[in-house]
């Protein structure tokens, strides 16, 4: 969620914590744990996490505005250094994912906000990831697209290799809408998501809800993040009410998947929630907030629904 401006800074990225980092996770502290605090005061408003496909322990961190930066910390929110990327622009990024594609470890920035609904188009950017040393980096191609039905506003972005596309689920519609676009457009020119249909599984808000909604800012239902496992086999939905978990079977397209009843990671009401990653083995998910300092929680996946 876009609220402020900030300094530009010169990119750094840390050979030593990289390694420190690679070489193991914290051991599983039990449900919504609180196992670090971002240490980087430059993440103010952490709008996306994504786990390193390079290594292992390592996530990158996004700011909803300012610099095209990423930024490097290890499970527990230890600062590892960040990376600037040349010729983006940061005008509202939302999301990052990352993934594995033809071998390559990729980053995917998602600059898809659209709090005031009059963007005539928003924009991804694919990144190779970048290795321990690497201060700047070139972004390897850019997505520019728009809906068929005009601007959304979304916040929540996943990257479906099997299928070589981009899913996005939107923020304020009611339902979300799950759209699709290809990762690897053939043109350059601006492309058309395609709307795959509502994902109504999520909790819905009452008449009540959304009459109130903006009155006390509350606005538990709204999808803030999304992530696919590196297998393919579940996907996480952050809102502002909750995380919910989907599981798809080989095959399965996603929309299928999303219609039935997601299980029930946690309940947790926090109107900051808006970056979840699962980590490496999907066996859990890492959540931080949109504030400077921010905790970071882990919580397992056990395949049991929790309050």
């Known amino acids: 969620m876009r609220r402020a ?38 993440i103010s408003e952490a709008s996306g996490i994504a786990r390193s496909q390079r290594y292992p322990g390592v996530f990158w961190v996004v700011n909803d505005d300012g610099p095209s930066v990423l930024y490097a910390i290890d499970a527990t929110g230890k600062d590892l250094g960040r990376v600037n ?11 990052i994912a990352s993934f594995t594609l033809d071998g390559v470890p990729y980053l995917l920035a998602a600059d898809i906000g659209d709090n005031d609904g009059d963007r005539k188009d928003v924009r991804i950017y694919v990144i190779e990831e970048p290795e321990a040393g690497d201060k700047k980096v070139d972004y390897a191609w850019r997505i ?3 809906y068929p039905e005009g601007p959304r506003d979304a916040e929540a972005i996943a990257v479906d290799t099997e299928n070589r596309r981009v899913l996005v689920l939107t923020k304020r519609d009611v339902p979300a809408l799950l759209y699709s676009l290809p990762l690897e457009p053939e043109s350059k020119k601006r492309q058309y998501a395609v709307r795959l249909g ?3 599984s999520l ?41 919910y978990l989907y599981r798809r079977t080989p095959g399965e397209d996603w929309l299928d998947a999303m219609h ?9 009401r926090n109107r900051q929630a ?34």
């Open 198 to 200: 509502v994902v109504d």
């Open 5 to 42: 401006r900030y300094r530009w800074y010169r990119a750094s990225f840390l050979f030593p914590l990289i390694a420190i980092a690679a070489c193991g996770a914290p051991s599983d502290p039990g449900p919504s744990t609180i196992v670090g605090y971002l240490q980087n005061h430059n």
């Open 260 to 268: 039935r009843p997601p299980a029930v990671i946690s309940k947790t």
């Open 203 to 243: 909790p819905q808000p009452s008449r009540q809800d959304l009459e109130f909604a903006r009155k006390i800012n509350e606005l538990h239902w709204q999808p803030t993040s999304m992530d696919l496992s590196n297998d393919g086999t579940k996907a996480v939905v952050l809102t502002y009410g909750g995380v």
């Open 144 to 146: 520019e697209f728009t």
């Open 85 to 95: 990327v040349k010729d983006a622009s940061n005008r509202d990024w939302e999301d």
């Open 274 to 307: 808006e970056a979840a990653a699962f980590n490496p083995d999907a066996d859990a998910v890492y959540i931080t907030l949109e504030q400077r300092n921010a905790p970071v929680f882990r919580l397992p996946i056990d395949g049991e629904t929790r309050q």
